[in-house]
């Protein structure tokens, strides 16, 4: 069978998990410790190589997302550099996997901060392929979009 559209861009979805914990200053509840079961959805987009047939390996576009988010991510703690108590604690317990963070670690500084990081990694391997959509899930009903 032969195709016969011609597609300018595809679009592709990749789905990774990771455990972490974080704490939101001044924020009722979230001013207490606690962790999530974070969900990220990376839509990407582009041209299909005509090599491969592809316009990425799934495999390879795990990798990118394991290597810039899930071994930075999973199972730290993040806070913000204005919570004295915890830039107190985690500065003096240097063993313990932490991420120290400009603003306070809501999700939508969190997504922020992960768009930029893919963004990055994408431009860096010069793939030729650009984020459409960045879905990430802090708990099974509640999340943030960046496009």
């Not at 090599?51 to 390996?57: F, L, V």
């Not at 990694?121 to 999340?143: H, P, T």
Request: hydrophobic share 40%; proline share 1%; aromatic share 8%.
């Amino acid at each position: 069978m032969k195709n016969n559209k011609n597609w300018k861009t595809i679009s592709m979805v990749k789905i990774i998990e990771w455990d972490m914990g974080h704490r939101i200053v001044g924020s009722g509840k979230d001013n207490n410790l606690h962790g999530h079961h974070y969900k990220l959805e990376m839509e990407i987009e582009g041209m299909i190589q005509k090599e491969s047939g592809m316009i990425i390996d799934l495999r390879s576009l795990k990798k990118i997302m394991q290597k810039h988010v899930v071994d930075q991510f999973d199972h730290a703690f993040v806070f913000s550099k204005s919570d004295a108590l915890m830039v107190n604690f985690f500065h003096t317990n240097k063993k313990l996997k932490w991420i120290e963070l400009k603003d306070q670690p809501t999700i939508e500084n969190i997504g922020q901060l992960i768009y930029k990081m893919l963004e990055n990694s994408l431009k860096q391997a010069d793939l030729n392929l650009k984020i459409k959509r960045l879905k990430l899930w802090e708990s099974e009903s509640s999340c943030i979009i960046l496009s």
